[in-house]
Nanobody
Framework: QVQLVESGGGLVQAGGSLRLSCAASGSFFRLNDMGWYRQTPGNQRELVASITRGGSTNYTDSVKGRFTISRDNARNTVFLQMNSLQREDTAVYYC???????????????WGQGTQVAVSS
């Protein structure tokens, strides 16, 4: 079974920084795309940033220039460096990974348990 374990959330003042980490564990053949989503109460989960296995990245417009996604394939870990945080960034952040568990199977999505990020003014 694949598990995604997030860390690094917390409370920070506006303008501050946080770094989220998500490590994948378990038995699997390959991690494909990885990403970070966020969700606020009453709203749908939205994509924040994603990164392919080869390192190509994609960001939602509101975080461009402030957030940086990266990954360490050797450690099966994805990171989200969040700078210049704004109150609007307050949300539960979820790690997402597309995983090929067995090479003969199609890739599947997995989710972390979520980590709270709160930005105060």
């Amino acid at each position: 079974q694949v598990q995604l374990v997030e860390s690094g959330g917390g409370l920070v003042q506006a303008g501050g920084s946080l770094r989220l980490s998500c490590a994948a564990s378990g038995s699997f053949f390959r991690l494909n795309d990885m990403g970070w989503y966020r969700q606020t109460p009453g709203n749908q989960r939205e994509l924040v940033a994603s990164i392919t296995r080869g390192g190509s990245t994609n960001y939602t417009d509101s975080v461009k220039g402030r957030f940086t996604i990266s990954r360490d394939n050797a450690r099966n870990t994805v990171f989200l460096q969040m700078n210049s945080l704004q109150r609007e960034d307050t949300a539960v952040y979820y790690c997402n990974a597309v995983v090929r568990v067995l090479w003969v199977e199609s890739p599947r999505e997995y989710w972390g348990q979520g980590t709270q990020v709160a930005v105060s003014s």
